[in-house]
Nanobody, 120 residues
Framework: EVQLQASGGGSVQPGGSLRLSCAAS????????MSWVRQAPGKSPQWISD????????NYADSVKGRFTISRDNAKNTLYLQMDSLKFEDTAMYYC?????WGYGTRASWGQGTQVTVSS
């Protein structure tokens, strides 16, 4: 059974930082491109970043480029998202997903998300 479990979210002030992790199991992690997706209340899901299998190539949505960094550790079957210079508009539930910006499954396949709240 494929399982994706994100963690590391929390409440932070604008300008602060958080590091999210996603533990993956039930599939060959090193064979999968991986993405981070977020969904704010009342809004559609938004793809924000992806990383290739080796971790050598990354892509970002314009809204997070220069502030967020995606990485992975294939030995630990774990995906990461370092979030710096957080803004109010980054408030959302964050999920990890298999795939890239062109296809990253549906909410049912993303597993457990982690809440990020940016507030003063």
């Amino acid at each position: 059974e494929v399982q994706l479990q994100a963690s590391g979210g929390g409440s932070v002030q604008p300008g602060g930082s958080l590091r999210l992790s996603c533990a993956a199991s039930g599939f060959t992690f090193s064979d999968s491109m991986m993405s981070w997706v977020r969904q704010a209340p009342g809004k559609s899901p938004q793809w924000i970043s992806d990383i290739n299998r080796a971790g050598s190539s990354t892509n970002y949505a314009d809204s997070v480029k220069g502030r967020f960094t995606i990485s992975r550790d294939n030995a630990k079957n774990t995906l990461y998202l370092q979030m710096d210079s957080l803004k109010f508009e980054d408030t959302a539930m964050y999920y990890c997903a298999r795939g890239n910006r062109w296809g990253y499954g549906t909410r049912a396949s993303w597993g457990q998300g982690t809440q990020v709240t940016v507030s003063s």
